[in-house]
């Protein structure tokens, strides 16, 4: 599997962004194992360490498994100014877990990230590819329960 | 030939489809289908058409009706009323304070102060759609640059326009054109800077979404101007949507000709392909992006040696930004000089800017440079929201500076805000009213600048931490005699001494509300108290017992259980405990509850024995 | 695409598409579509009118709609406007009369007086 994602792109280094990108969403965890860098590493002839320091580099890949739907909630200035903070809260109770954590059914991972680019919208976050804007406390959950309700 | 009689442009940029823009459309499909006007109605997704507080929006030509707020359920209406019988429904229409309604978008105060330049065809033509384009003059700049003019001529005119790079720095963008076109080098790069990290900016994403011809259009005069015959689209992870439409524009202009061998018939060939980032603030920075085009970590390089001189793989590159792409096809389709004839001395032409924050119109708009910041805030942006007073505005994002009242009048030009330690950035305004705490958003900004800080030398990566230490220190109510210099002193340290702009310029929020709200720092170290009662260290909860009418709603709802009372004696909260949820204030039902500026001298008191007990400790 | 000729043709195409949104317009063809008006048939009128202008390929007209006119005995009613000219209304049309129009003054220029009931704003 992704051995067969590699070789969709040419084996130069410059594509070692791409393919960490397209290995992490194809995978149904989300993340990009031990295993996947050593073969990618191989097919790029790069060390295994530069990969890793590529990785750990970019917040948005992680090495350790998530959830099917991640969540990130953007935590920027002019998301906070218009109350991020309550919607955080919020997804923290209807989700039950922290921030960088994992739902116990394996359906969610909660995150936070930088600016999303919709702040004339904010609060905003991102499911998966999906952007939701202009957040309040109940249409959080209800936006969670659709996609958990849609499994 | 159709029988189409109404255009229905739905805006489709990301703030619209973040509040449900695509249900409508779809609702339209069904509606329409239903009513057997399929034949009659074009639907067309535009990108953004700016004021997104009032997403979804859609404008209805030929009338040009404007609506905003959209839901599904209006949709019937829209169609039987506006599209059968010629009503349009007016209580979708813009309405402002004294009830004026706004039928036609161009009635609508938001846009009348704008001159859409890079913006023109945002909200107006298909994305998706190069013949819409090419119909509103699109590519006919790219077509009379190669076959009328040489590559010194080109960048001439963007001389004479007195174009100046949009992403922040304001470096005048025919002198990186000329560096490079004076090389040499057998091969050189052009790279359009999609990387906007800068927290409230988004025009570049509404930019790539709303006009992808626009951009490449633009790079591909630069292009030809510097002698590149490669490009690379740099855009952010977070941006899917652009990705997909510049990739969308790359392969329609190859299919059209416009892209690839002898263009126009001409000796310029030119491709382009499309590199995403993954998640870093510091890949904006063009040595970063470059590193980060080669597929390693973002990290930035010293300067020199320049991109210009020695860039991608190590050739000459030009890095520029989305928008300065998008004023120059323009620039040559009207002439440098009616590019020059607006703006200011120094600063010509329009800027887009991102409004957001407590302001009535957020979204983007495009205003000629050196317009006032008051009538962009309260003009184009309607003034403030929910009756509340300005109190101050972030310019140019985690890098810029805040100004406040006094500044309203100053006209909006690089230098003019330079001048006062704010900057022009990549044009987030970020609006707050007076229930901000200044230190509290200056603390927000560095926490991000730690966040983001790539940690490859050690004023940014160790002296910024510092600063936010310390201004957690005061928004806690540890702050000390002394915190504010040491915090100018760091600040004015880590500007000179860091490798590139982030940390450069991550010191501005802070010296800047320093410099302004210096009074707000010093009530927070020596009085302990944030007057807006957003610190919560330097606030308590305080219930009113000539109001309280004993219900224990609020000690019910007290997570820590540190309300107490009784019917008769009323309820008093336990400071000690109290973790400041705010519970007790949200269900009171009579407004008992209420938010008093100062730590509450029983936890004062506390704090003070507890240092005390670790001083007897240390001896 | 080799030329800026070549260019020139595709934008002449779409900017006929385009024409909605303003563009080159002789004539705006206005239907009163209130309910007495689509009780009338307005709706009928307006389609033939679609029609008649799409199979004649006649680019420079626009048909539009609005709310009741006011003059509900002779629904339906249309008003045809053109720059420069005092406005033309002409009621009770049909189909037919539609078809005449179309050909008699938006192709020839020649009001049809007959079924004509107001002039001027």
Redesign the interface.
């Known amino acids: 599997m992704t051995l067969e994602i590699c070789r969709k792109y040419a084996p130069?280094?410059?594509?070692?962004?791409?393919i960490?990108?397209e290995i992490q969403d194809t995978h149904p965890q989300h993340y990009i194992s031990a295993a996947a860098v050593d073969i990618v590493a191989e097919y790029l002839h790069v060390p295994a360490n530069?990969i890793y320091?590529?990785l750990t580099?970019?917040?948005?890949?992680s090495t350790t498994p998530r959830g099917r739907n991640i969540i990130r909630l953007c935590e920027?200035?002019?998301c906070?100014?218009?109350g991020s903070d309550n919607i955080l809260r919020r997804l923290k109770t209807v989700l039950g877990v922290g921030t960088g954590e994992t739902t116990k059914d394996g359906a969610f991972t909660l995150e936070l990230?930088?600016?999303?680019?919709?702040?004339?919208?904010?609060p905003?976050m991102?499911i998966n590819?999906d952007?939701?804007?202009?957040l309040t406390e109940e249409k959080v959950e209800e936006i969670v329960n659709k996609i958990r309700g849609a499994k | 030939m159709s029988l189409k009689r109404i255009d229905l442009l739905i805006c489709c940029g990301s703030g619209c489809v973040s509040s449900g823009a695509l249900k409508i459309k779809e609702r339209f499909h069904e509606v329409l289908q239903e009513k057997g006007l399929v034949n009659e109605i074009n639907i067309i997704e535009t990108g953004c058409m700016g004021p997104c507080d009032y997403g979804p929006v859609m404008v209805i030509y030929p009338e040009g009706i404007f609506y905003k707020k959209v839901t599904p359920e209006d949709v019937e209406e829209i169609v039987s009323d506006h599209f059968i019988k010629g009503r349009p429904v007016a209580r979708l229409m813009l309405q402002d304070e004294e009830e004026k309604t706004f039928s036609t978008q161009k009635e609508v105060p938001f846009y009348q102060k704008q001159v859409k330049v890079a913006l023109a065809n945002c909200g107006y033509i298909d994305p998706e759609s190069i013949d819409e384009y090419i119909a509103t003059g699109g590519y006919e700049a790219l077509g009379t640059v190669l076959t009328t003019m040489s590559p010194q001529d080109a960048i001439e005119v963007i001389k004479k326009s007195g174009l100046r790079g949009r992403g922040g720095g304001g470096f005048p963008t025919y002198l990186k054109w000329q560096m490079v076109h004076d090389n040499q080098a057998e091969e050189k790069y052009i790279i359009c800077n999609g990387d906007e990290g800068d927290p409230g900016a988004f025009m570049d994403r509404s930019l790539l979404e709303g006009d992808p011809h626009r951009i490449l259009e633009g790079m591909m005069i630069s292009a030809f101007a510097m002698g590149a015959t490669s490009g690379f689209f740099y855009i952010r992870a977070e941006y899917p949507l652009a990705i997909k439409r510049i990739k969308h524009a790359i392969a329609q202009a190859k299919e059209l000709g416009l892209m690839g061998r002898s263009i126009f018939g001409s000796k310029f060939s030119f491709d382009a392909e499309v590199r995403t980032g993954a998640g870093a603030f510091v890949c904006g920075e063009e040595t970063a992006l470059i590193n980060s085009i080669e597929g390693q970590r973002g990290n930035p390089t010293p300067k020199p040696p320049y991109p210009a001189v020695q860039g991608l793989w190590g050739k000459p590159t030009v890095v520029n930004n989305v928008e300065t792409y998008g004023n120059i096809p323009t620039i040559f389709l009207k002439g440098a000089d009616w590019f020059a004839s607006m703006g200011t001395e120094t600063s010509k032409g329009t800027k887009v800017f991102a409004l957001t924050g407590d302001i009535r119109n957020t979204g983007l708009v495009e205003v000629p440079m050196g317009i006032t910041l008051r009538e962009m805030i309260f003009d184009v942006g309607g003034g403030m929201s929910g009756g509340h007073k300005f109190k101050a505005v972030q310019l140019g994002g985690p890098s810029g500076g805040c100004l406040t009242t006094q500044h309203l009048d100053v006209p909006v030009d690089y230098e003019s805000l330079k001048e006062r330690g704010a900057m022009m950035g990549s044009g987030g305004v970020i609006v707050m009213n007076d229930e901000k705490c200044m230190v509290n958003v200056a603390k927000f900004f560095m926490d991000f600048c730690v966040d983001e800080s790539c940690g490859k030398c050690s004023p940014c990566r160790i002296g910024l931490k510092q600063m936010l230490d310390i201004l957690t220190r005061i928004d806690s109510g540890y702050g000390k005699e002394g915190d504010i210099e040491e915090l100018q002193r760091l600040g004015e340290a880590i500007s000179k001494l860091s490798l590139c702009g982030l940390g450069q310029s991550a010191p501005n929020p802070v010296l800047s509300t320093i410099r302004f709200f210096r009074e707000e720092y010093e009530s927070h170290i020596r009085d302990k108290s944030c007057a807006t009662k957003v610190c919560l260290d330097l606030m308590h909860f305080h219930i009113d017992k000539n109001r309280c009418i004993g219900c224990s709603l609020c000690a019910k709802k007290c997570p820590v259980s540190c309300i107490s009372g009784s019917r008769d004696e009323k309820y008093t909260i336990n400071q000690l405990p109290c973790v400041k949820c705010g519970n007790c204030m949200d269900v009171c039902p009579v407004k008992a509850v209420t938010k008093v500026p100062g730590m509450h001298p029983e936890v004062a008191a506390k704090r003070l024995a507890e240092t005390k007990l670790s001083h007897n400790y240390d001896e | 695409m080799k030329t800026l000729a070549d260019l020139k043709k595709i934008r002449e195409k779409a900017q006929e598409e385009m024409k909605l949104r303003g563009g080159n317009v002789r004539i705006k063809i206005v239907v009163g579509m209130g309910t007495s008006g689509i009780a009338m048939g307005a709706r009928e009128v307006m389609k033939t009118f679609l029609e008649e202008i799409s199979n004649r390929n006649l680019t420079d007209v626009l048909v539009t709609q609005t709310g009741e006119k006011g003059l509900s005995s002779m629904e339906p009613v249309v008003d045809l406007i053109e720059d420069g000219k005092p406005k033309v209304t002409y009621g009770n049309m049909t189909s037919d009369k539609v078809k005449k129009v179309v050909v008699e003054h938006i192709v020839n220029g020649r009001v049809v007086s007959d079924y004509v009931v107001a002039t001027g704003n």
């Open positions: 130069n280094k410059d594509n070692l962004i791409q960490l990108h530069h320091g590529v580099f970019y917040t948005m890949y920027s200035p002019p906070y100014i218009k990230c930088a600016c999303l680019g919709v702040c004339g919208n904010a905003v991102m590819d952007v939701y804007g202009d």
